[in-house]
């Protein structure tokens, strides 16, 4: 095991016994302040066994990635690495500005829900402007100042200059995907399921390619997820709130951008957009013809009513996620 494999290690290793502590003090605290999820009328019924279990879990994941990113960065400047990353800080920058951006919009709206008591948060309209002001400053600034430019390439070689119109084209795209990470978390395990699968997947790809602007921020997600997993997979102890989902899918979208290879938040990505498409394809349906679809959207729930249990439909979508990463994996290397 090289140096840089080492500090990845590290990493995920203060990310996860942070991560575990932070649950452990704050789990019982918000229970005491009764800090908990509301089911709303119009979410499943069979739900409501859950109302009352402790929100703003993402909040201490994304602490404890904080922290340890920051102590990796630390070992590998003392070890000399950084000297051989280039534009390691700027990318880190946009990486954990565009997260932690779509993470403050989650807690506004988690604050809001839990503070004020409003059971919906922020309007539909007031979190899409705030997304889309976010994403619009990353995607300048990775243009204007990281050196990255406005040509999609695809993996079979071919590249198109989309000129202005990939400002527009990738500014709905994320935003899309980050609603749809959002629209995931819906049942106990799956949104941080999904998200360390594919954070293990750029972990890998990181070191393999010697590049640590990806993998010690992977590898301090990797860790900060796997401490929430181990309280939220069925039955959770703990929800992650828009605060953790929003942070996810904002993360995930800046370490693909990293790589300059934007088609590939398309197979990454598989199960979120399924669960935004299963949303759109319901209301839309409804509205045109009146008839549903689904027996209810996003998909997760349709699967719920036909009987599934919330462990299967973990272990199913995280397997096709695990395919499909394997694919990305693959189109990353060749």
């Known amino acids: 095991m090289n140096s840089c494999q080492i500090v990845a290690m590290i990493t995920l290793a203060v990310s996860l016994i942070l991560g575990v502590i932070l649950y452990k003090i704050f789990i019982p605290l918000l229970r005491k302040v009764k800090l908990g999820q509301k089911i709303l009328e119009i979410g499943p019924s069979w739900h409501k066994c859950k109302e009352g279990t402790p929100n703003l879990g993402g909040l201490f994941f994304i602490i404890a990635c904080v922290v340890a ?11 000399g690495i950084l000297e ?7 990318m880190s920058i946009t990486l954990f500005g565009l997260a932690l951006s779509q993470g403050v919009i989650g807690f506004v709206d ?8 409003r059971n919906k948060g922020l309007s539909g309209t007031q979190k899409l402007i705030l997304q889309f002001l976010s994403v619009a400053v990353y995607l300048f600034v990775n243009v ?3 050196g990255y430019d406005t040509v999609i390439e695809f993996p079979w070689g071919a590249s198109v200059d989309f ?3 990939y400002y527009f084209i990738m500014l709905l795209a994320i935003a899309y995907i980050i609603n749809c990470a959002n629209l995931t978390d819906g049942i106990d395990g799956l949104a941080g399921s999904i998200a360390f699968i594919i954070s293990i997947l750029f972990l890998l790809y990181g070191l393999n390619s010697d590049n640590m602007a990806i993998a010690i921020p992977c590898a301090a997600l990797c860790g900060g997820l796997l401490a929430f997993l181990i309280f939220n997979f069925h039955p959770a102890k703990i929800f992650m ?18 790589t300059n290879s934007e088609v590939l938040l398309l197979p990454i990505s598989c199960i979120w957009i399924i669960e935004g498409l299963s949303v759109i394809i319901q209301v839309g349906s409804f509205k045109l013809t009146g008839k549903r679809v689904f027996k209810m959207s996003p998909i997760h729930h349709h699967f719920e009513k036909c009987g599934w249990s919330e462990v299967k439909i973990v272990a199913v979508f995280s397997a096709i996620t695990v395919l499909f990463c394997a694919l990305t994996y693959y189109l990353l290397i060749i």
């Open 144 to 146: 204007r100042y990281n």
């Open 69 to 79: 990113y920051l102590v990796g960065t630390w070992r590998l400047s003392s070890l």
């Open 163 to 165: 000129g202005i119109f």
């Open 110 to 117: 988690d604050y809001v829900k839990l503070f004020k008591k």
């Open 241 to 258: 709130g828009d605060t953790g989902s929003l942070y996810l899918g904002g993360f995930i979208v800046g370490v693909v951008m990293l």
């Open 84 to 90: 051989k990353q280039t534009n390691y800080f700027a």
